[in-house]
């Protein structure tokens, strides 16, 4: 079902809540390891994640097998096997991709993460990557538009700068069904689906190289009629996207220098919605503590 009614984007917003809450939970814990220089498996931390994510009411079960892979494995985009015996190792990033089912939603978000302190290519890719998750979150356009021009909005700062991905923008999710649903995408591959509201997709440009790590940064959002805007001159609606997904960026990995003043403007307003939502949610004090710190910018 592409075209999602009020009910069931309600329940997807709470759905996105409650996965915020475990992913926060999750990086909190694996924050605090890496600080203590314990060790932690990728698998261990699925597990972690796993063991919130099913606090969350009305969990019913994950969405998707959880990716998590750390280092060199976070350059296999869908990687599935998260390792067991070998410890995640302090200066590489952690890719996470996982979701629920939770209550009528479905979620889907991915989130790089730095596993000690970060080097100056980590901060500058990751930056890019963040830039052109922006550029389309922000993006209005007219009815009729198809995924593949907005497809090529969102990569235009990573062309500019000799990068890419070989996968798609963005996919459309269903409402406690498949977390992979059409017809709507945003892709290279051109197709006549044009966006309409109520349809919820995927924004999650990234990165990757072998033998290095990779760089995803996925939110769900859902496309909703834009308002205040001067009358298209082929009298059609004007569009935009609504934010589903409610989990911070990694502050670390952040070069403010590269981002425009309009793009930092998003990225604090964004954060101030994650805390404003999350926050009241959790019960640990120092759950609170490390999502304030992750949403303030230097």
């Keep these: 079902k592409a075209l999602k009614n009020s009910t069931e984007i309600a329940a997807t917003k709470n759905a996105h809540k409650q996965a915020g809450v475990g992913v926060v939970k999750s990086f909190r814990r694996l924050h605090d390891t890496f600080e203590k220089r314990q060790p932690i498996t990728e698998k261990e931390f699925s597990n972690w994640l796993y063991e919130e994510y099913s606090q969350a009411e009305d969990f019913s ?27 995640m190792k302090s200066g590489e990033m952690l890719l996470v991709d996982s979701g629920i089912q939770c209550g009528g939603g479905t979620t889907d978000a991915t989130r790089t993460v730095i596993l000690g302190n970060p080097d100056e290519k980590q901060k500058r890719i990751y930056t890019l990557v963040l830039q052109a998750h922006i550029r389309l979150a922000k993006q209005v356009f007219p009815e009729g538009t198809t995924g593949a ?28 069904l498949n977390v992979h649903e059409g017809p709507q995408r945003i892709s290279t591959v051109a197709h006549d689906v044009a966006l309409q509201a109520g349809m919820v997709l995927s924004n999650e440009p ?30 059609k609606g004007w569009l935009c996207f609504e934010t589903l997904t409610l989990i911070p960026f990694e502050r670390r990995l952040i070069d403010r220098n590269i981002l425009a003043e309009e793009e930092l403007n998003w990225l604090d307003e964004y954060h101030v919605q994650v805390l404003e939502k999350i926050s009241p949610l959790l019960n640990n004090p120092e759950d609170v503590q490390w999502l304030t710190w992750a949403c303030e910018m230097d």
């Design 61 to 87: 079960d994950l969405s998707f097998n959880t990716i998590a892979g750390s280092g060199p494995n976070g350059a296999i985009v869908h990687y599935g096997n998260p390792d067991s015996k070998i410890p």
């Design 149 to 176: 021009s907005l497809d090529s909005i969102t990569r235009s700062g990573l062309w500019n700068a000799g990068l890419d991905y070989g996968h798609g923008t963005g996919h459309g999710v269903g409402a406690f």
């Design 206 to 235: 990234g990165f990757y190289e072998y033998d290095w790590g990779g760089i995803r940064l996925e939110n769900l959002y859902v496309v909703k009629k834009a308002e205040g805007l001067q009358k298209h001159p082929g009298g």
